[in-house]
């Protein structure tokens, strides 16, 4: 059982910078391959960054890559999401998930969810 709790969120200009936190609580943690997702009112919910167990190899969205770096301290059961160059259509409910065995984008096979923070990004 792994439980994860986002933070971080925010109010930004566009341009502007956030880091998203999401903490792990279980000693599992580095087990799980980790990622973001956001969903914005009315669609759903997107795939935005994964990192693997050992984070030796990440994927991003075409949306933000280049602008977002996913990263984790697993000694700190602790996984980020530095957001820079923010625009307003990144403005979303940010999730943090985990999964056990997958490597991907779909959210249906990710095993574990966050409540999720808001990042609002306006003009």
């Known amino acids: 059982q792994v439980q994860l709790v986002e933070s971080g969120g925010g109010l930004v200009q566009a341009g502007g910078s956030l880091r998203l936190s999401c903490a792990a609580a279980g000693r599992t943690f580095s087990s799980y391959a980790m990622g973001w997702f956001r969903q914005a009112p009315g669609k759903e919910r997107e795939f935005v960054t994964i990192?693997?167990?050992?984070?030796?190899?990440?994927a991003y969205a075409d949306s933000v890559k280049g602008r977002f770096t996913i990263s984790r301290g697993n000694a700190q059961n602790t996984v980020y999401l530095q957001m820079n160059r923010l625009n307003p259509e990144d403005t979303a409910v940010y999730y943090c998930?985990?999964?056990?065995?997958?490597?991907?984008?779909?959210?249906?096979?990710?095993?574990?969810w966050g409540q999720g923070t808001q990042v609002t990004v306006s003009s």
């Open positions: 990192i693997n167990r050992s984070a030796d190899t990440t």
């Open positions: 998930a985990a999964s056990r065995g997958y490597m991907g984008s779909n959210p249906f096979n990710y095993d574990y």
